[in-house]
């Protein structure tokens, strides 16, 4: 049975053979190919040569023939080939350009140049006659697969010129640039093709997210487009693309100094022509834009004064109620970053709450309000009682499986832990966890159930659920929970009885309780107890953010240069090197020493989460703004 298979493999394998053999002897350019593909230039050349006669197999055999004449450097049979090719085909680019690539391989570059530049004239001046682009996009196409790069371009730009349209073939460019590396050239093409085809904004914006990824990239687009705005002056779409390139940079103060400009231009020019003054859907919308992405980044004050320019200039405007809000949102961020926190601002803000949520017509809206006075009047005035009453009015509602009562119902529970009731704080998270199970809701409230075991000492327990989180949807939770387990595991891995874990755990639980003199008596026990363990770097890390929030800069900086000194090897080299730049430059006003600091941050930590923000801030205060 087994001979009988392989005589049957055998049999087929040499008609197939024999079948090749018979359709290359058919078809002699097939087996001309088939001669140059094994190696056997001889031969290929030889048959190549015979089918070059007839004009029909021209175009099946140029590629491998030329390429064939150039390998032997038989330069003087390729130079007679493609002249030959020439009378037959004298309109062929591809023909004419292979010409002067023989001359090249020749080494007779000037010649090679000269002739490249004959054929580029000739076809801008055929694309003239004719009013044509076609040619000129053929022909740098050509030059491009041919790798004559600069060529190529020249094309193009003979090909402007000659037509006598500046903005022609800005695409074209822009994309052979990007090929070429040559950013500054590409991001001129693209701005121009941008302004003739304003409707492609988005795409031009796309292409260079792609392409322009270092800062030094998008501080060049930032350079170019203030040339571009002063040239043409009142074309907004490049004012747009600097309102991108800012948020881009994370400059959002300059992206809505932008925006500010943009709007007023396109007031002056409504009026200019005469257009009615009434509020339309999309006034201010840059601004708003502006704000939005401010606030997300965490730059409260800048998205403060957009949403306020809002309510100011459009109160009309479908905007203004949202801008209220996020005012609102962006003044209690602001009041919280402030240290230490005025209390007097804080009660100033629940008024407002009160005031909006009376002026709500929309009911989760009015619960939000409701809810962030609660956290207001327990964490920033200690008033515990009103905060619980609210938060247990709000989680009464009846509006079912929402949001703002899940939140609400989490809110709840960190106040009675901030109230010393931590059972009550575990049965609430475990509600919202089943309710909201598999959901960023019920991720953060496994977070925060997380984090009470890690107060409570069971590390283990905690572990376990940091585990799950790690791999969550919510990055932001899955870093907090990553965060939360490192300092676990480097703090308790040579620690069998966690005991400093523990000590630990219980600071930052007073200082959760707003026992911040109580947290700093612990942590000063703790450096001179624990010296030499692995978590002494946290303990200076967590007195300096202690002491800033309780208006003591000038000991939250003595804490951080210990690590600054000791410890900037660790994992908090870089937090604690950010956070004295920050307290150098937002509470002490000493910008100076905060450029300093924000310079050897760039230098020392490249790979730093805080680099483009010490950049922005660098920048600011150097005063390019």
Do not use: C
């Amino acid at each position: 049975m087994l001979i009988s298979m392989r005589r049957i493999v055998s049999a087929v394998l040499l008609v197939l053979v024999t079948t090749t053999l018979i359709a290359q002897s058919s078809d002699p350019v097939a087996l001309a190919n088939e001669y140059y593909r094994q190696g056997e230039l001889e031969k290929a050349q030889e048959q190549y040569k015979k089918l070059a006669r007839n004009k029909r197999n021209v175009v099946r055999i140029h590629d491998n023939y030329f390429k064939l004449l150039l390998t032997i450097q038989d330069f003087e049979g390729a130079e007679k080939y493609v002249k030959n090719v020439l009378k037959q085909f004298p309109e062929n680019y591809l023909y004419e350009i292979d010409l002067g690539i023989v001359y090249q391989a020749q080494q007779k570059d000037e010649a090679a140049d000269k002739y490249f530049d004959s054929i580029i004239r000739k076809v801008a001046k055929k694309a003239r006659d004719k009013r044509k682009t076609n040619d000129i996009r053929v022909l740098a196409q050509t030059f491009f697969e041919k790798n004559l790069r600069e060529k190529a371009l020249l094309t193009y730009q003979k090909g402007r010129e000659a037509l006598n349209r500046p903005s022609l073939f800005s695409l074209e460019l822009a994309n052979a640039y990007r090929l070429m590396n040559k950013k500054q050239l590409m991001i001129k093409e693209y701005l121009t093709f941008s302004k003739s085809q304003p409707q492609n904004l988005n795409y031009v914006k796309n292409s260079f997210q792609r392409v322009l990824k270092e800062p030094a990239d998008l501080d060049t687009l930032e350079m170019i487009l203030y040339d571009f705005i002063q040239e043409a002056e009142g074309e907004p779409i490049y004012n747009e693309m600097l309102i991108w390139t800012h948020l881009q940079q994370k400059n959002f103060a300059a992206a809505l100094r932008q925006a500010y400009a943009l709007d007023s231009r396109n007031k002056a020019q409504k009026s200019e022509e005469g257009q009615p003054q009434r509020k339309k859907r999309n006034d201010g919308e840059n601004i708003i834009n502006v704000g939005l992405i401010a606030y997300r980044n965490a730059d409260y004050k800048t998205a403060e004064k957009a949403f306020n320019y809002i309510i100011r200039d459009y109160p009309d405007s479908p905007s203004s109620r949202l801008a209220q809000k996020y005012v609102l949102l962006s003044e209690e961020e602001v009041v919280k970053s402030s240290y230490p926190v005025d209390t007097a601002a804080v009660r100033e803000l629940i008024a407002k709450y009160e005031a909006f949520k009376g002026q709500s017509r929309d009911l989760f809206t009015a619960l939000d309000a409701q809810r962030r006075k609660a956290l207001l009047h327990a964490f920033y005035l200690n008033e515990i009682p009103e905060s619980i009453e609210i938060l247990t009015d709000l989680v009464s509602q009846p509006v079912g499986k929402h949001r703002i009562i899940a939140e609400s119902k989490m809110d709840l529970a960190d106040i009675y832990l901030l109230d010393k009731q931590p059972w009550e704080s575990i049965l609430l998270y475990a509600q919202v966890e089943r309710m909201f199970k598999d959901e960023p809701l019920g991720y953060e409230a496994k977070l925060k159930s997380a984090k009470l075991s890690y107060f409570k000492g069971e590390f283990e327990l905690a572990q376990g659920h940091l585990d799950i989180l790690k791999l969550a949807t919510s990055r932001e939770i899955a870093n907090d929970a990553l965060n939360l387990s490192i300092l676990i595991k480097n703090n308790t891995v040579f620690d069998s009885t966690d005991l400093v874990m523990q000590e630990y755990a219980n600071v930052e639980l007073m200082l959760f309780q707003n026992q911040k003199q109580e947290a700093l008596t612990a942590l000063d026990e703790m450096v001179e107890k624990y010296a030499q363990h692995s978590i002494v770097d946290e303990v200076y890390f967590l007195k300096a953010k202690t002491y800033r929030e309780l208006g003591e800069p000038g000991k939250a900086i003595e804490a951080l240069n210990k690590i600054n000194e000791s410890f900037y090897f660790e994992i908090l080299g870089d937090d604690a090197l950010f956070l004295t730049a920050v307290i150098h430059e937002d509470d002490l006003k000493d910008a100076e020493k905060s450029m300093e600091l924000y310079t050897e941050l760039l230098n020392k930590y490249p790979g730093s989460i805080f680099v483009s923000e010490a950049r922005k801030r660098f920048r600011e205060l150097r005063g390019d703004f």
